[in-house]
């Protein structure tokens, strides 16, 4: 047996910083969610499928305000597609943007072709009235929202 100081083992650490973005796609439909998501995924080829509900309490009405939310991971594009309803009957997740009934929160480097696509894709589709890209700093506590 070795006596004396035993070797020391050199610790790497892998430090990994806010490298991905978030895109946000404001959608106006008069549809229900699970109808706009069946219409989304034969659209897109996306595999959305139904999650909890997004839970806000509501400090001004004094409850709790729950959103549909429907998920998609995108493997090969490292790419998150959150879909959120922007209504509940109680109120808005986002009263500043009334207009639009759900929102696409997608996380992940997104290519500038692919989000061409992904517009152009969600125009064509019957039952979508508007699509369009939100910036996210127009969304009042959108971290606390959406994170």
Not at 21 to 34: K, L, P, Q, W
Request: glycine fraction near 4%.
């Amino acid at each position: 047996m070795k006596s004396g100081n035993p070797e020391k083992k050199k610790i790497v650490k892998l430090m990994i910083g806010e490298t991905t973005g978030i895109t946000i796609i404001g959608i106006s439909s008069h549809e229900n969610d699970y109808r706009l998501v069946w219409a989304v995924n034969s659209a897109l080829a996306f595999q959305f499928t139904r999650i909890e509900n997004l839970v806000i309490f509501s400090p001004k009405l004094n409850c709790n305000l729950e959103f549909s939310r429907f998920i998609f991971t995108d493997e090969d594009k490292y790419l998150t597609y959150n879909l959120i309803s922007n209504r509940c009957p109680d109120g808005f997740l986002f009263p500043e943007i009334k207009n639009l009934d759900y929102l696409v929160q997608i996380t992940g480097e997104l290519d500038p072709k692919h989000m061409v696509r992904i517009m152009k894709e969600l125009k064509n589709v019957d039952i979508v009235s508007a699509a369009f890209r939100i910036d996210a700093k127009q969304l009042k506590d959108v971290d606390k929202k959406l994170h």
